[in-house]
Each structure stands twice: as C-alpha cells, then as structure tokens.
C-alpha cells in the first residue's frame, strides 16, 4: 500500500543540563561542573523512492535524541544525534499549528523542521568572586515539538486519467510491467500506481468520478496527484453509451480542482477498441471529432494500437532530454 497523506508528530532532543561538580584536584579547587550539550534536531530530506512515507504506517511520533547532561571535570556532554527523515520528493509538509506549507522538491533537499533544544550551563560558569563555590546550573531547554502533515503530489511525466474501468491500469501494465490491481467492473484503484518506460514515470491516477472535485468519493485525494504531471493520457472507453459525456466529466472535474489542469498537454484515446465494430468505432471518434477531440482508438492485444501510443511515449521522451 502507498502511504501518500499522513500526520506524524516530531519531537527534536532536548538540552541536557548542566552539571554541579567541584575540581577534585588538590590545590585547585572550585567548580568544574560542565555543560549539557544540544538535543538532537529533526531534518526531512528528499528523495526518489515514493514508498518512503510508508514508514509512517504505524509509527506516528519521530523523537530525537536527548543531549547528555554535563558531566564533572569541565567534560561537557555529548549533542544529541541529529535526526534526518527521509521522505519523497513532492511532499508537501504542513504544519498543523500554524497552517504554514513547504514543499521537498529536490533529492537531497534538506529541511530543518524541529531544532533541537540547547544544554544547560554547568556551575563553572555560575563562578564569580563573591560565588566561589556556586551551587546553580542550567537546565537544558526542550527541543522543538511539530504536527507535521505530509502529503504526497506524484511527480510523473504522464498521468493516467478517465473514468473508473476504461482501461488505464491495464494500459499501465501493457507498457511498463507495473503489475497494477486489475478488473473488469467498475472500481476506483485505492492507490496510484507508478510504471517506468524507459525515461517516463507514468502513474496510474485512480479512477475519477463525477463529483470528485467536491470530495465524492476519493475524488480530491487522488486529483492532487494530476497536479504534478507534465502530460496527461486522457482514457475512454469504447463500451461508453456517450463518449463525449464521459470525457467532459473528467475535464470538469479536472477544471473544478484546479484551471490549470486543463492546460496540461493531453493526449485522448479510445480504449478497448477491439470490442466494437468498425463501424461503431468510426461512430465514436466522429463523435468526439465534433468537439475537437481527435482520439486514437488503441487496445492492448493489438500491438499496432499500441505501437501509436510508444510513437507519442518516443516524442515525450526527447521533448524531456531536449
């Protein structure tokens, strides 16, 4: 299962305190209590692997560690090891108490998020000539508590969208092995599936429905994911009663979410073409030409079909060395 949305508290280390300690050695007493050290702090960083924040399935709370205490002899304690998180590239973090956002967009992008607490001072430093023997120190300062939401935006080079049941997994496994769930009754995938040809990430966008930009079904848990694709592969299916329909639902939807979806490269096909006529074919795509949509009837056992849609996978692929 992809963990892509998740709320998670963290805790950086806290200071640790300082030490009330006097010099054991003869002729040079006095104190020599030393200080804690820092707690360690809590960084996200980013990376590749999209399967990261499922780490968060079941743990909920990321602490740190503690500074150590300051220990006698003027030794100071030991900093807490800092903590680095790694998380996907595309995560969107949320902190829950301000409300304010910021975005993982780079590998290796690394992000202060909990700081962690400074170490007391130790009775030495508390010396002074009316304070020879001090008997103070400091206590070590808490570390940083945050309520993180992480919320994953697939970054892929082609989007997957249409109706539940139009063939889009399928298509997904066809050119790319990704072994997606599969069915022949209408369903909407309950996690998106990614698939590599060649230099493309493509992702499976589960099945959309009418109504999913106000939240029906997991409409707008999934419809995030469009945001950050390049180029959309817009999938209708053959056995629709109204093609037309079925494709204005989903540019709707799409435009409802966010405008700017709708000006995604997009590409329409008409899935599953092997299970009509000729003449039925010719019908749809006439119908759909009417609106200014020129689809490209493809279906998975017909290697020609399929062979127009790597033709367009090809082009998008020096569109993106280039």
Not at 235 to 264: C, F, M, T, W
């Amino acid at each position: 299962m992809l963990i892509d949305d998740v709320k998670i508290k963290i805790i950086a280390g806290h200071g640790g305190r300082g030490a009330v300690a006097f010099n054991k050695t003869k002729m040079n007493l006095g104190p020599a209590g030393a200080n804690g050290a820092r707690g360690g702090s809590i960084f996200l960083e980013g990376i590749s692997n999209i399967d990261a924040l499922n780490q968060f399935r079941f743990k909920k709370k990321v602490l740190a560690q503690n500074g150590e205490n300051g220990k006698t002899q003027f030794n100071d304690g030991k900093s807490g090891q800092d903590l680095i998180i790694k998380i996907p590239v595309g995560t969107v973090i949320t902190d829950l108490v301000t409300g304010k956002s910021i975005e993982i967009i780079a590998i290796g992008e690394r992000l202060l998020v909990a700081r962690g607490g400074k170490g007391g001072k130790g009775n030495l430093n508390f010396r002074s000539s009316t304070n020879t023997t001090p008997m103070q120190y400091g206590k070590g300062l808490p570390g940083e508590e945050r309520e993180l939401k992480l919320e994953l935006k697939l970054i892929a080079d082609v989007g997957l969208i249409g109706l539940p049941n139009v063939g889009k997994s399928s298509l997904l496994n066809t050119l790319t092995n990704a072994k997606s769930r599969v069915a022949n009754y209408p369903f909407t995938t309950l996690n998106p599936s990614l698939g590599v040809y060649f230099e493309l990430i493509l992702a499976d966008i589960p099945g959309l429905i009418e109504g999913a930009s106000k939240g029906k079904g997991l409409g707008i848990k999934f419809l995030r994911h469009v945001e950050r694709t390049k180029t959309l592969f817009h999938l209708i299916s053959v056995e629709s009663p109204d093609p037309v329909q079925d494709y204005h639902v989903i540019r709707q939807e799409l435009g409802a979410y966010n405008k700017e979806l709708l000006e995604k490269q997009e590409y329409v096909f008409l899935g599953k073409s092997d299970l009509v006529d000729k003449v039925e074919l010719k019908r749809k795509l006439s119908e759909l030409k009417k609106i200014g949509i020129k689809a490209v009837p493809i279906s998975i056992i017909d290697d020609e079909s399929m062979k127009s849609v790597e033709a367009i996978l090809r082009k998008l692929i020096k569109q993106k060395i280039s």
